[in-house]
């Protein structure tokens, strides 16, 4: 994708924040809205123990933001009267109710926005908190043993009557999805988002290769962070958040997605069909300093302090951070990519959009 080079006062700008955040690299593409080529930002190394800088044209898994993804397939499969977004999930997956019963009460609409009440199957695996424990992670998941993790859990509130980020949702969309349409869920992807959009170097990594390197993901450590091997995490993610991607890819996606051209303008805006969400229940993305944050159906809205308004979805996943994001007011499309897990990628998108709307930057640590 042709773009822009940055100006050096923001390049300096993102290089300083992505040091402070102890990233090794990360890459971002923006779209001012202003018609021209986005601005691509690299910083940093993809692979700094072979002193590999970090690219626009590498891949990253995104995480979480696979979410929109997955959402959008369940809308489209609402339009086409595939399923409804009220009616039960156990209809079209019963077997899911001898596992836990409430699962086959749980309305597709609830899943959509996390209100629910299913238990995070990536909370109750066993070595917890060692999340990111290499044993663990380098297994290739199949979709019985994750199912099997739900088996005995309880569920957290009856259905609507709270609000909780869970990859559960997500992960059971995915096998809806599947059931609906008789196809996996790599092949759905691929005819219904990557292939009409023109994505080709957007895969679902959970069954899919990746076409090129990924960049080398990082964990936090006492002198910064650390390299970890790649590992098969995508095969416990699945629907939750298993796709990878460049940034490229991601900003086409991002334009289609809010532009109404994926979903058409209708579907578009019942995503949008937000519910407050109490400031301190968030998804753990780096969410401080807001004055509003609410959740649609698959997608994360909130209000910084200052008033700017941000659409759109954080994705994490172990050795990596992703950012999707559009600010409506400003019709600015930001997406960015890092390589080290649970880093605080999203203050530096933060700045780079207040950097191009010409707004001073805040104290650090005010972000």
Sequence with gaps: MKHRQ????????????????????????VDDGSGQPPLGIESGYSDPA?????????????????????AALTMRAWQAGLLDLDEPLGLHLPELEELLPIAGEVPVRLLLNHRSGLPNY?????????????????????????????EKAEPLYAPGAGWNYCNTNYLLLGMLLERVHSRDLATLLSEEISGPLGLADTVYMATQDVPGPLAVPHLSAREGYRAIPELHAPTLWRGAGAIVSTAADLLHYSHALF???????????????????ELSRGPDVG????????????????????????????????????ELLWLPRAR??????????????????????????GMPQPPRGAG
């Excluded at 072979?50 to 997955?70: C, D, H, M, Q, W």
């Excluded at 990536?122 to 979709?143: M, Q």
């Excluded at 308004?309 to 050795?319: D, Q, Y």
């Design 259 to 277: 532009g109404g051209d994926l979903l058409g303008h209708q579907l578009t805006a019942a995503m949008q069909d937000w519910e407050d969400v």
């Design 6 to 29: 940055p100006d050096e006062a923001l390049q300096q700008l993102v290089d300083s924040l992505r040091e402070e955040a102890r990233i090794p690299g990360c890459v971002l593409l």
């Design 122 to 150: 990536s909370l109750l695996l066993e070595g917890l908190p060692r999340i990111v424990d290499e044993k663990l992670l380098s297994c290739r998941w199949r979709e019985p043993e994750i199912l099997a993790l739900l």
């Design 287 to 322: 969410l401080y300093n807001i004055s509003e944050l609410a959740f649609g159906l698959g997608l994360l809205r909130y209000v910084k302090n200052d008033g700017l308004e941000f659409i759109g979805h954080h994705g994490g996943i172990v050795g990596y951070r992703a």
């Design 50 to 70: 072979n002193g590999r800088a970090a690219t626009l044209g590498e891949y990253y898994p995104i995480g979480s933001v696979t979410k929109t993804f997955v």
């Design 332 to 357: 600015m499309h930001i997406v960015a990519l890092g390589n080290r897990h649970k880093s605080d990628l999203g203050r530096i998108v933060y700045a780079v959009a207040r950097h191009m709307l």
